[in-house]
């Protein structure tokens, strides 16, 4: 699975949209590109993926540039139950395979 | 249902013990996974199993014996640990294959395990 790259630490304030960067440079033509976040002492949780499309659910949107190398996850009102580690993964689609967790990114959300 | 439940919560063993963790999903899920996590890191990947066969073991020690009995169960079994084994255990499941649109893993809550 390709590596993976973003911010150690970002902050947002509670209302305004939360802009998560991932940097996946080596991503391959069959990976996908998942997002989980971890609320302190939890299991990581699903929020969206993606192959070459923007999406968007109830969650949050993803914007996966042309190249696919670089991806940003949007909260568009992030709120203080949004403070988490956000994972962005890139994998096949296929489950059975690897899942590498890179470090994250520790999103505060403050009032 | 739509959730991996895992058992317990909790664990503290010492070095001489033998004990299990136990996860369980019943949502058709094919294939199952072992993480382990330690403060302030992500998870590490240690197992896989696909249709109830073992299909990745990421050089875990023998201490850690995982078992998958049925499509629905996921076992770790745990003997001689040592204190720095120590951590938030979790088990996840996805689909196994692409026909399926594929929501990702879904985790458990884990099980903290203290070593001591």
């Known amino acids: 699975d390709a590596k993976t790259t973003q911010p150690p630490s970002m902050d947002c304030a509670e209302g305004r949209a939360a802009n998560l960067p991932c940097n996946h440079s080596?991503?391959?033509?069959?990976?996908?590109v998942y997002w989980y976040r971890q609320i302190h002492s939890q299991g990581p949780q699903y929020i969206i993926h993606?192959?070459?499309n923007n999406e968007t659910n109830e969650m949050a949107s993803l914007i996966i540039t042309e190249d696919r190398k670089s991806s940003t996850l949007i909260l568009p009102h992030a709120t203080l139950r949004d403070t988490a580690v956000y994972y962005c993964i890139v994998r096949v689609q296929t489950g059975g395979f690897k899942t590498i967790f890179g470090a994250g990114t520790r999103l505060f959300v403050k009032a | 249902d739509t959730e991996v439940t895992q058992t317990p919560k909790h664990l503290v063993m010492g070095m001489t013990n033998k004990k299990s963790l136990k996860c369980e999903q019943h949502m058709g899920h094919r294939a199952m996974y072992w993480y382990k996590q330690k403060a302030k890191k992500p998870p590490e990947l240690m197992f896989v199993?696909?249709?109830?066969?073992?299909?990745i073991n990421e050089s875990v020690p023998s201490r850690f014996s995982p078992e998958c009995p049925n499509s629905s169960l996921l076992n770790l079994h745990l003997h001689a640990l040592q204190p720095e084994d120590s951590a938030l255990y979790l088990c996840?499941?996805?689909?196994?294959?692409?026909?399926?649109?594929?929501?990702?893993?879904?985790f458990g809550s884990g099980t903290r395990l203290t070593v001591v």
């Open positions: 080596t991503i391959s033509g069959n990976e996908y």
């Open positions: 996840a499941s996805s689909q196994a294959d692409s026909r399926n649109l594929n929501y990702g893993y879904t």
């Open positions: 993606g192959l070459k």
């Open positions: 199993y696909s249709y109830e066969k073992l299909s």
